[in-house]
C-alpha cells in the first residue's frame, strides 16, 4: 500500500517562487489523490502487496486491459509528484554535485544549456504534460516531455527531475502564464538533491 510521502519543509517553503496555497493543494489534494486511486486499483485486482511503483509502471502492459489506463493515470502521478515535490526542497541549490556536472556539459554543453532546453521543452506541450531531463540507458542524459501523467519510466528511462505544467501547479498564482512559472521552478530547483537523485540513478 502506498502512502503519501511528508514535504519535509512547510508549504510556504517554496516562496517566492511557487505559493503555499498551491503547494498546499497540490500535495494534500492532487499528490494524495493519486496515492488513493492507486491503492484503489491495486486492492481491486488484488495487488495491494505491490509497493514498487518504479516496476509497476516498467511492466503496465503485465496487468488486466481494464486498468491499464488507470495505472498509467495514477501510479505515474504518484511518482511523478514525489519526484517534483524532492527536487523544490530547500537546501543549498546551487550545489552541483561534480560528476553530474560534467555530465551535464558533455550532453548539453553547460547548465545554462539544459535550463533553456527543460524551458523550451515545457513550453511546447500542448495542454497537460510533463518536460523531463532523464537518464538513457543507451544515450545518456536528455530532455524530453511526456504527455499527462506519463512516467518516464514506462520507456525504461530514469526520471532526474520534471517541471509539472498541468494547470494546478501554477495556476492560482501565474494564471495562464506558464513562462513565468517555469522559471520561477527553474529558480526554486534544489540542484543538490538533483544531484543526489542523479547519483542514485546513475548506477
Given at each position: ?11 510556504d ?19 494524495n ?14 495487488k ?30 504518484y511518482?511523478?509528484?514525489?519526484l517534483y ?10 550545489n552541483?554535485?561534480e ?12 547548465l ?6 527543460l ?13 523531463w ?7 545518456g ?14 520507456k ?11 494547470e494546478?501547479?501554477?495556476y ?13 521552478f ?17 548506477n
Amino acid at each position: 500500500m502506498f502512502k503519501l510521502p511528508e514535504l519535509g519543509y512547510d508549504y510556504d517553503a517554496i516562496e517566492p517562487y511557487i505559493d503555499a496555497k498551491t503547494m498546499e493543494i497540490h500535495h494534500s489534494k492532487h499528490h494524495n489523490g493519486f496515492v488513493m486511486n492507486l491503492n484503489s486499483i491495486l486492492e481491486k485486482m488484488d495487488k495491494i502487496h505491490l509497493t514498487d511503483v518504479s516496476n509497476i509502471l516498467k511492466n503496465i502492459h503485465d496487468f488486466p486491459e481494464e486498468f491499464q489506463t488507470l495505472i498509467r493515470n495514477n501510479a505515474g502521478g504518484y511518482s511523478n509528484h514525489t519526484l517534483y515535490f524532492r527536487t523544490l526542497r530547500p537546501g543549498n541549490k546551487d550545489n552541483l554535485f561534480e560528476k553530474f556536472k560534467d555530465d551535464i556539459n558533455a550532453a548539453f554543453g553547460g547548465l545554462d544549456v539544459l535550463k533553456a532546453n527543460l524551458k523550451d521543452t515545457a513550453m511546447k506541450i500542448f495542454g497537460s504534460g510533463w518536460a523531463w531531463l532523464v537518464l538513457c540507458p543507451d544515450s545518456g542524459l536528455k530532455v524530453i516531455s511526456m504527455p499527462n501523467q506519463d512516467s518516464p519510466l514506462m520507456k525504461s528511462y530514469k526520471p532526474i527531475l520534471g517541471i509539472d505544467v498541468w494547470e494546478h501547479a501554477y495556476y492560482l498564482k501565474y494564471q495562464n502564464r506558464r513562462i513565468e512559472y517555469v522559471d520561477a521552478f527553474l529558480k526554486a530547483l534544489n540542484w543538490e538533491e538533483v544531484s543526489k537523485i542523479y547519483n542514485e540513478v546513475d548506477n
